[in-house]
């Protein structure tokens, strides 16, 4: 089993920045892939940038050039550097993770970004 914490969400004006974080516990040292996906209310839950434990990347065509996704394996926590952040930005980013045999959704962490 793996256990996923998110944090560093909060309110923030259009233009500014916030870093998420997400670290994992449990069974990790298998965990291949580490994502951040993002939902708003009454829409589906969307993938917004991707890594695998080799450091392959993968962004969204909406965040790329704003947004960083970077892992520490040692740490098992991934991140998300958001800047230039837009109010089409606010949702609820989960962090997920995925390994042979499962996979995880942390709780949740509210960004709102304000105009």
């Known amino acids: 089993q793996v256990q996923l914490v998110e944090s560093g969400g909060g309110l923030v004006q259009a233009g500014g920045s916030l870093r998420l974080s997400c670290t994992a516990s449990?069974?990790?040292?298998?965990?291949?892939?580490m994502s951040w996906y993002r939902q708003d209310p009454g829409k589906q839950r969307d993938l917004v940038a991707r890594i695998t434990r080799a450091g392959s990347t993968y962004y969204a065509d909406s965040i790329k050039g704003r947004f960083t996704i970077s892992r520490d394996n040692a740490r098992s926590t991934v991140y998300l550097q958001m800047n230039s952040l837009k109010p089409e930005d606010t949702a609820v980013y989960y962090c997920?993770?995925?390994?042979?045999?499962?996979?995880?959704w942390g709780q949740g962490t509210q960004v709102t970004v304000s105009s």
């Open positions: 449990g069974s990790t040292i298998t965990i291949n892939v």
């Open positions: 997920y993770a995925e390994k042979i045999g499962g996979r995880y």
